[in-house]
Each structure stands twice: as structure tokens, then as C-alpha cells.
Nanobody, 124 residues
Framework: QVQLVESGGGLVQAGGSLRLSCSAD????????MGWLRQAPGKEREFVAA????????YYADSVKGRFTISRDNAKKTVYLQMNSLKPEDTAVYYC?????????????????WGQGTQVTVSS
């Protein structure tokens, strides 16, 4: 059973940057697509970014395209989310999640294992 632990959240002013990290302890980390998703208060969980198992392809929600970058280091069993030009509407709990074998997905319901989440708050 894979365990995912996020870190790197915090409070930042609009226009600032944060880098989230997600460490996994499962043996099959390098075989799964990985994703970052977020949930703002009173809203449903939504897709943010995804990366294929080898890191060769990435996908982004339109709302973060050009500002966020997802990457992974399979040797370290870690996936990252670099967030630049942050906006108040990016405020949410950010979750790292394990996706399907051998591919990435933008569908929230295709993510089976989740971390505990890390809070990102962007002040105006």
C-alpha cells in the first residue's frame, strides 16, 4: 500500500511562488502516473496537473497552465509542483495522488491513492 506525504505548502502573497513535494514509499511509484489536485473551501476537488510514469508528458488545468510545473524524480520517489505567479484563487488544500499504471490522467475519479494534503494560502 503506497503512502504519499506532501510538504511545502504555506502562506504567500499574490505573485509569489511555492514548491510542493510529495514523497512516496511504494515499490511501484515509477510505474504510475501521478497528479496534483486541489480543493478550495466549499468547492469540489479539481485536477491541477499530471505527469506520466516516466515524466515524458505533462498535463495541466487551464487555470494553472503557464504558471505551474509538475515534475518527478523516480529515483527519489518524489513528485513536485512548482507554482509561480500565484493568485488568491489558487488558495486550496493541495493533494498528491497516484494515478493509473503507465499513463497520466486528468480525471479526478481515476486517482486511487491520496496524500493527506497541504494547505496553500495566497493573500491579495
Amino acid at each position: 500500500q503506497v503512502q504519499l506525504v506532501e510538504s511545502g505548502g504555506g502562506l504567500v502573497q499574490a505573485g509569489g511562488s511555492l514548491r510542493l513535494s510529495c514523497s512516496a514509499d511504494g515499490r511501484t511509484f515509477s510505474s504510475h502516473g501521478m497528479g496534483w489536485l486541489r480543493q478550495a473551501p466549499g468547492k469540489e476537488r479539481e485536477f491541477v496537473a499530471a505527469i506520466t510514469y516516466g515524466g515524458g508528458s505533462t498535463y495541466y488545468a487551464d487555470s494553472v497552465k503557464g504558471r505551474f510545473t509538475i515534475s518527478r524524480d523516480n529515483a527519489k520517489k518524489t513528485v513536485y509542483l512548482q507554482m509561480n505567479s500565484l493568485k488568491p484563487e489558487d488558495t486550496a488544500v493541495y493533494y498528491c495522488a497516484e494515478g493509473p499504471l503507465f499513463r497520466a490522467t486528468t480525471e479526478v475519479n481515476e486517482y486511487n491513492k491520496w496524500g493527506q494534503g497541504t494547505q496553500v494560502t495566497v493573500s491579495s
